[in-house]
C-alpha cells in the first residue's frame, strides 16, 4: 500500500472528529476561562439605551493565490438504508461538541443572557472547535471531503444543549465560511476563506431578516441596483463585530446573496435587543450605498433558506432536549402533598409528551438533513420540519415553564430562558447554515 494511500485511509477511519478531540482537554478545564466564578457583567449597552455605530473595521480579505475554478464538495453517497444512526465520525464529533456545550456554554449561559454577549473566551474556545471548517472542502484549509449537512445539524443541535443564544453566536461566522463553500466562485474563496480556515476566525453574519412583520424571505426589500445594496437587516448575531456579512437582497430577476465587507462607511449598526437569543447579541444592520459582490445563483438563494431553517430546527432539539432533561428529575423530586408531583397523570403525561414530539421533531428534521447530505431534494422534509420544531418547540417551552411551577417564572432555574429561545425558531431565517 502506499504512503498515499495510508494517509487517505487514516483520514477516512479517523475523520472530522479526532481532528477536534485534541481541544477536548482544554474545554473540560473551564476554570481556565473563569467561567466557574461569577463572571464580570458588562451589561450590553443595548439593554438600556441601545447604540448606533458603523460596521466593524476589516481585515484585508485578499487572495493569497488563485484559484483555478471553485472548488465544490460531493454529495455523501447513500446507503439505501433509513438509519438515522451517526456514522462514528459524526459521533465523535458531537462528542465533543457536546461536552463543550455542557462544560463551557452551559455554566456561561446566564451571564451571557444577562450581558446579551457571549463572552470572548468562549467564542475563542468555539473557533477552536473547527465549526468553521465543517463545509469548508479539505484543498481550501477545511476538514471534509464530501458534503456534509448532517453533520452541521448534529454539531448545532449538541451546542444548543447548552445554550441556544450561544450557540447561534458561536455558529454564525460558520454560516458564512458555509456560504462560501456552497455557492462562492474562486475568487470568493481564495479571498475569504483562509481567514476561516487560520487561527483567527473572524466574525461574520448571515442575515436575510428584515424588520417587518410576517417576513417572507423570498420577498425581501433590501435591493441590489447598479452594485449597490441599500436596506435594512435585522436580528443580525454579532452584528456590531462582523467583519463580513452575507446579505440577502432583492435584484430585477429575484432574490440573491450578497457579499458585504463591514468596514464601509455606509454599513451601519444598531442593537436589537430581543425577547430571546440575548447571548448572540442580535443588531440591525442598515445598509446604504454599499458595494456588494452576488453570491451564488437565484437558486442557491432558495437552498440558503432551507438550509438555514434546517439548522435552525437542528437548534430546537438540542434545548427541547435540554428542557426534558431538566423536568424528568424536578418532577420526580419535588414533593407536594406528601409524594412526588410526576405520580400525578397531568404531570408524568406532560412530561411524556414532551419526549414524544421531541421525537418527532427528530425524526423530520434528520431526514430533511439527511436529504441535503446526499444531494437529493429536501424541501418538502425541510418544510415539514420547520412547522413541526417551530409549533411543538414552543409547545415544549411553554410545558417546561409549567411543570416547574413558580419556579418556571424565575432565573434561578433555565427553563424560563430556553422558554424565550425556542419561541424563535419560527421567526428567524439565515443566521445559522449547515
Not at 253 to 279: N, Q, T, Y
Request: a neutral charge; aromatic letters at 6%; one cysteine or more.
Amino acid at each position: 500500500m502506499s504512503l498515499q494511500e495510508k494517509t487517505r485511509g487514516r483520514r477516512d477511519a479517523i475523520g472530522v472528529g479526532v481532528a477536534l478531540l485534541n481541544k477536548l482537554a482544554r474545554w473540560r478545564a473551564i476554570d481556565r476561562f473563569g467561567l466557574r466564578k461569577p463572571a464580570e457583567r458588562v451589561v450590553f449597552e443595548a439593554t438600556k439605551t441601545g447604540f448606533r455605530t458603523a460596521g466593524a473595521l476589516s481585515r484585508r480579505f485578499s487572495a493569497a493565490t488563485k484559484l483555478t475554478g471553485p472548488s465544490r464538495l460531493p454529495a455523501a453517497k447513500g446507503t439505501g438504508r433509513f438509519d438515522l444512526t451517526p456514522t462514528e465520525d459524526q459521533q465523535m464529533m458531537v462528542d465533543v461538541v457536546r461536552s463543550f456545550a455542557s462544560d463551557v456554554l452551559r455554566p456561561a449561559a446566564s451571564a451571557a443572557d444577562t450581558a446579551c454577549a457571549t463572552e470572548a473566551k468562549v467564542l475563542e474556545s468555539s473557533a477552536e472547535l473547527g465549526l468553521s471548517l465543517i463545509e469548508v472542502p479539505e484543498e481550501l484549509g477545511g476538514i471534509v471531503t464530501e458534503r456534509s449537512a448532517m453533520t452541521g445539524v448534529l454539531v448545532a443541535e449538541a451546542l444548543a444543549y447548552g445554550d441556544m443564544g450561544q450557540a447561534v453566536a458561536c455558529l454564525a461566522p460558520s454560516a458564512v465560511s458555509t456560504a462560501i463553500s456552497l455557492w462562492g466562485d474562486e475568487t470568493q474563496q481564495a479571498t475569504y476563506l483562509p481567514s476561516f480556515t487560520g487561527s483567527s476566525v473572524p466574525a461574520a453574519a448571515l442575515a436575510l431578516v428584515e424588520p417587518r412583520p410576517v417576513f417572507d424571505p423570498f420577498s425581501v426589500r433590501t435591493r441590489f441596483t447598479g452594485g449597490l445594496l441599500n436596506g435594512v437587516k435585522s436580528l443580525v448575531p454579532r452584528g456590531a463585530e462582523a467583519e463580513l456579512f452575507v446579505i440577502g437582497a432583492q435584484t430585477d430577476a429575484g432574490p440573491r446573496l450578497f457579499v458585504v465587507e463591514a468596514d464601509h462607511p455606509g454599513v451601519v449598526i444598531e442593537a436589537e435587543p430581543s425577547m430571546g437569543l440575548r447571548a448572540a447579541s442580535l443588531s440591525r444592520v442598515i445598509l446604504t450605498d454599499v458595494p456588494a459582490v452576488p453570491l451564488g445563483s437565484l437558486d442557491d438563494y432558495a437552498e440558503c433558506v432551507r438550509l438555514s431553517r434546517l439548522g435552525w430546527c437542528a437548534l430546537a432539539l438540542g434545548t427541547a432536549r435540554a428542557v426534558l432533561d431538566y423536568v424528568t428529575p424536578y418532577v420526580n423530586s419535588r414533593e407536594a402533598f406528601g409524594e412526588p408531583i410526576s405520580h400525578r397523570q397531568s404531570v408524568a403525561f406532560m412530561v411524556a409528551n414532551i419526549g414524544i414530539e421531541l421525537e418527532g421533531m427528530k425524526l423530520v428534521t434528520y431526514r430533511a438533513g439527511s436529504r441535503a447530505t446526499q444531494g437529493l431534494s429536501f424541501a418538502r422534509e425541510v418544510a415539514l420540519a420547520r412547522r413541526l420544531c417551530t409549533e411543538k418547540g414552543m409547545q415544549i417551552g411553554t410545558d417546561g415553564v409549567q411543570l416547574l411551577g413558580g419556579h418556571g417564572f424565575v432565573k434561578e432555574h433555565p427553563v424560563e430562558r430556553w422558554y424565550r429561545d425556542l419561541r424563535a425558531i419560527g421567526v428567524m431565517e439565515g443566521a445559522v447554515l449547515v
